[in-house]
């Protein structure tokens, strides 16, 4: 603690380089910074791969690159970008960095140093990650979930080096996030302001906070199936590998269990959708609410569905197994407890709904991914029910009805939010605005684009259309009808995916160009639009810490003129709506 | 980005900062991590108590096999008893203000964990001598891998044990110097406690096991 931090702080609060400023910071809005366009980019990558693989689906052979293993590659890639590298990174390091100092009322994250660490680590994973595009065999092809045997054995893409580079990026990443989750968990405990209660805080921070403990709960499980898969790989042992006879030979494994991975890996993964889609449900409240000037209804339910879900979604995990084989038993616990966490996610969509109802609502761009965000959501969670149940599930399981309700539920939903965010918090990381009329065009094209990529799908699933596959011709059971429905929803991806350079251009010329936003250009109430200077300076605050005194939903009280009171502002200056906060 | 920084130093205004708060922050911190470290070696219990039903598991102290008689991992165990008990005498020192005898404690502390280190690696070195190499059974990998990962912890502890050690011997005010010398202590419990876990695991008979995993219904 002594010396050495006191010299962190010195570099910390009075940075004097070009460097200390803006690459080996420790202000969290920097380091936020770092990992949204770190994530960003990683995403990108991500797109690009989704628009080559549709291009197979939907004109096979149109890029004769593509072969099988690149498909398989391709897709894996894909998805493992897209669900840790760009949507936990962005949830957690973006806008859990940004927002969670802020909406507090602290100066900074408890450890910066150990969050500068965190960024590092994480741009550590996504360079170990992307160096597989490079090696020999390239990166690995086995599917997201990476089950073993298939995931290390001979015929999978990338067993020589890309399954091994993705499980140390994986580990890599991993220790990144739990250096950051310690910081976040420890912020919103230990450093809210005076009168912060943690009833007075915005949603936002309630669905980063949950999701950052799951994630420090759920991520241990994937270390461990990375660990001991790399240990199956690189040094014989049989944890998940069975004895196995690959291209006429028979393998030195004996004896592990396949099984065992899957469980592990789910034990994870189920919880991963809600650490990325908890940070979206408390994001999307502040949206909703800010822009339909309504306090959110039902704050507290809110507050209490979001742990239920947390703690709920480490007993569900096995739904994504009923096709690997299960005690009866466990099927019927598995999608009981799957239905139950319904409740509590359904509870919340009413009080979106209902915070919605008869309020002044603003028809801003974040407002219009929030609604986007609304429907997306419900079609994806209903869904959802099918599948959880095991009857419904065992013919519905790898086809394309999954596809599309795991893009609804956690691949678009999610992302229409980060949009929103982005458009909401722009003004208070940059000062500017973002241009409303290209925000507009392209809220309208990535809303009706995706709806028309996924919708279909869902039909495809019905028809028995399997996922995971590189070619569909000559299937007697799949039509031309859709096939051609395939080619349209190529065509749909492709300009989805080509439309977001308009989102990328109005970040890049709204930094120089756009409107001057003032401080707090939406009249939020929450902290972060209260600071002293746009963009927060070094400490946040200024001199003094902010001084709350109410929840952050005061909105048309009855009685104030402004239809707003800051979370600041005391009881004697204006009355407080909900007394119970 | 603005860059109007206050000018005065804005971590030691209304309490953001001052002692107390940060050896409040670092407990928590150091709860949290606790947290994470305990899920994930439950979770390699679990994953052991699956694998271990199955036919091919060897346990490494079967009458047969080089552990049957355990002592070195009993001596091991002695010896990282040792160094929790010496961090134990550092926190009561330092609470009865006697710096000498903190840094004692924690010298010793760190002696022992360098000993207990050292000894592991020297089993290990026994094992592979013997032909028990990390893939010839499931129980071999498993006991690698334990072992392995602790000594990692524990490895990880002593950069905090160092930090420690450079407050004590550079005079930190005493309350901080409690604190930091308390957290350390809670960590080489918790990792004693953690050691003895794995060590029942990797002594224990595979009947054991199949009751525990029948018991909760795997
Ligand atoms: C417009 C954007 C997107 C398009 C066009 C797209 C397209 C695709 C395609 C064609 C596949 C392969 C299906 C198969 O062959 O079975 C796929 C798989 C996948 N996608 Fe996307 N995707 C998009 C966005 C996202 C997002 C935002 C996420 C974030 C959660 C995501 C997560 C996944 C996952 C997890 C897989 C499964 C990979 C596997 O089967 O191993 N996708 N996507
Ligand atoms: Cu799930």
Redesign the interface.
């Known amino acids: ?4 931090e006191d010299a962190e ?1 010195e570099t910390l ?2 940075p004097k380089s070009f460097w200390t ?1 803006y690459v080996w910071s420790q202000d969290h ?2 380091i936020a910074i770092q990992y949204s366009l770190t994530a960003i980019f990683a995403g990108l990558v991500a797109l690009v791969l989704s628009a080559l693989m549709r291009m197979q689906i939907g004109f096979p052979g149109a890029l004769e690159f593509i072969d099988q293993n690149a498909y398989y590659q391709f897709m894996t890639m894909h998805g493992m970008i897209m669900v840790i590298y760009l949507l936990t990174a962005l949830f957690l390091g973006g806008f859990g960095n940004y927002l969670i100092p802020l909406m507090c009322g ?2 900074d994250m ?2 910066p140093f150990l969050n500068m660490l965190s960024y590092w680590f994480y741009l550590l994973s996504v360079i170990i990650l992307m160096s597989s595009f490079f090696v020999p065999g390239g990166p690995t092809g086995a599917g997201w979930t990476l089950y073993p045997p298939q995931s290390i054995s001979a015929g999978t893409p990338g067993t020589e080096w890309g399954i091994v580079l993705m499980m140390i990026s994986l580990a890599v990443f991993i220790v990144a996030a ?1 250096m950051g ?2 910081n976040y ?2 912020t919103v ?3 809210r302001t ?1 009168g912060m209660s943690l009833f007075r805080l915005p949603l936002t921070v309630w669905g980063i906070f949950i999701a950052t403990v799951l994630a ?2 759920a991520f ?2 994937l ?2 199936s990375a ?2 898969l790399l ?1 199956d790989k690189l ?5 998940f590998m069975p004895a196995m006879v690959s291209m006429g030979q028979t393998l ?1 494994y ?4 396949p099984i ?1 991975f899957q ?2 890996f789910w ?1 994870f993964g189920h919880p991963e959708v809600y650490i990325v889609a908890l940070p979206a449900f408390g994001l999307v409240s502040d949206l909703i609410s800010t822009h339909a000037r309504k306090p959110i209804f039902g704050y507290k339910m809110m507050v209490w569905a979001i742990v239920a879900i947390g703690v709920l979604s480490f007993v569900v995990w096995a739904h994504h197994m009923y096709v690997s084989g299960m005690n009866p038993y466990f099927g019927f616990f598995f999608a009981t407890t799957t239905l139950v966490i319904a409740v509590p996610t359904a509870l919340k969509v009413y009080n979106w709904v209902l915070t919605l109802f008869r309020g002044d609502i603003h028809l801003t761009v974040p407002m219009l991914f929030a609604l986007a965000f609304i429907l997306t959501f419900l079609n994806g969670g209903l869904t959802g029910l099918f599948l959880g149940n095991v009857a419904v599930d065992l013919p519905l399981s790898d086809t394309y009805f999954v596809v599309a309700h795991f893009h609804m539920v956690m691949g678009v939903a999610p992302i229409l939010v980060v949009f929103g965010s982005i458009y909401h918090w722009y003004p208070k990381i940059t ?1 500017r605005m973002l241009n409303d009329t290209i925000g507009r065009l392209h809220f309208w094209i990535t809303f009706i684009g995706t709806y028309t990529i996924y919708f279909p799908m869902h039909y495809l699933g019905f028809l028995g259309m399997p996922r995971r596959y590189y070619a569909y011709e000559d299937y007697d059971f799949i039509p031309q009808s859709a096939h051609d429905l395939n080619s349209f929803i190529t065509v749909v991806a492709l300009i989805v995916g080509v439309s977001q350079l308009l989102f990328l251009f109005n970040l890049f010329y709204s930094y120089f160009k756009g409107k001057p936003a003032g401080g707090n250009p939406w009249k939020a109430t929450s902290l972060e639009w209260l600071t002293p ?7 946040n ?5 902010p001084v709350v005194h109410r929840w952050a939903y005061d909105y048309s009280v009855p009685g104030v003129a402004e239809d707003y009171v800051p979370q600041t502002v005391p009881e004697s200056e204006a009355p407080i709506h909900d007394k119970g906060i | 980005m603005n860059v109007s920084a206050p000018q005065h130093h804005p971590n030691f205004d209304e309490g953001w900062d001052d002692p107390a708060i940060a050896a409040r922050r670092k407990k928590t911190a150091l709860q949290v991590m606790l947290a994470v470290i305990t899920a994930l070696f439950f979770l390699f219990t679990i994953a052991f108590l699956i694998r271990a039903q199955y036919p091919d598991y060897e346990s490494l102290a079967a009458p047969w096999q080089p552990l049957a008689n355990p002592w070195l991992l009993w001596v091991n165990s002695g010896i990282l008893l040792l160094a929790s008990l010496s961090f134990h005498w550092a926190v009561v020192s330092a609470r009865s203000e006697n710096i000498n005898a903190t840094r004692d404690g924690l010298y010793l502390a760190g002696f022992f964990t360098v000993m207990f280190l050292i000894s592991q690696l020297w089993l290990w070195q026994q094992l592979i001598a013997l032909g028990y190499y990390v893939n010839s059974n499931p129980a071999n990998s498993f006991f690698y891998l334990f072992t392995g990962l602790h000594g990692l912890h524990l490895l990880a502890g002593l950069f905090l044990w160092l930090k420690t050690l450079r407050e004590a011997r550079g005079g930190l005010p005493l309350s901080l110097l409690q604190s930091s010398v308390a957290l350390c202590a809670t960590y080489w419990h918790f990792l004693f406690v953690v050691w003895l876990l794995l060590f029942s695991l990797i002594v224990g008979d595979q009947a054991t096991f199949r009751a525990i995993a029948a018991f909760c219904g795997f």
């Open positions: 603690m002594a010396y050495a702080r609060h009075h400023k809005k920097v602290a100066r408890v450890f739990t989750g310690l968990v420890t405990l230990q450093a005076h420090l709960l241990p499980a270390f461990v660990i001991m240990f040094l014989g042992t049989s944890f030195d004996n004896g592990g269990s065992l469980h592990l034990f000062g200077q746009t963009p927060p300076a070094h400490g605050w200024g001199e003094k810490l």
